[in-house]
T-cell receptor
């Protein structure tokens, strides 16, 4: 069974630029999560999708972050404009259904200069 | 955002030693998960716990769901160099589908 795929693995941008991350979850998983992991901390949930609907985006900075999950499969997370404090690893995870075990992708390491 | 407290924050141990770490919260959780994260990779699930008092093993790893439902413990027996990494707990709040992660315990094994 293929795992959660993410791209790119690394991205360096200047502040005020925009960036997008892509995630392909495990086939058949209805729930998809985006987490932000700042160096030295645990993952922090940004947004959770159930199929193609948002069920929790309470910690998403909506003035600059957006995410979508078209057709309930792949998802993209966008930051526009980026700030220095957005430097982090962005992890995508999926689970068969809400509350089930979450399987993580390798993450995208973002550096904002 | 809120994170669970993990202890210790980091530890160096000798190969072959046993390791204990814990995760505590002021909130009650329905489920506890333990993950390991290697450098440059996403977290990998090690053990899942569903009932207060539950003790579950996965090879040399044993985890327990605390009786109060506010804590969990992970033990690694006879550590080996590949146990190096960061261990995260994650708790699922009662009545929700949301997981919150701990601050992590960084383990370094000296051969």
């Amino acid at each position: 069974e293929a795992g959660v795929a993410q791209s790119p693995r690394y991205k360096i941008i200047e502040k005020r630029q925009s960036v997008a991350f892509w995630c392909n979850p495990i086939s058949g998983h209805a729930t998809l999560y985006w987490y932000q992991q700042i160096l030295g901390q645990g993952p922090k949930l940004l947004i959770q999708f159930q199929n193609n609907g948002v069920v929790d985006d309470s910690q998403l900075p909506k003035d600059r972050f957006s995410a979508e999950r078209l057709k309930g499969v792949d998802s993209t997370l966008k930051i526009q404009p980026a700030k220095l404090e957005d430097s982090a690893v962005y992890l995508c995870a999926s689970s068969f259904n809400r509350g089930d075990w979450q399987y993580f992708g390798p993450g995208t390491r973002l550096t904002v200069t | 955002g809120q994170q669970l407290n993990q202890s210790p924050q980091s530890m160096f141990i000798q190969e072959g030693e046993d390791v204990s770490m814990n995760c505590t919260s002021s909130s009650i959780f329905n489920t506890w998960l333990w993950y390991k994260q290697d450098p440059g990779e996403g977290p990998v699930l090690l053990i899942a716990l569903y009932k207060a008092g539950e003790l579950t093993s996965n090879g040399r790893l044993t985890a327990q769901f605390g009786i109060t439902r506010k804590d969990s413990f992970l033990n690694i027996s006879a550590s080996i160099p590949s146990d190096v990494g960061i261990y995260f707990c994650a708790g699922q709040w009662r009545g929700t589908y949301k997981y919150i992660f701990g601050t992590g315990t960084r383990l370094k094994v000296l051969a």
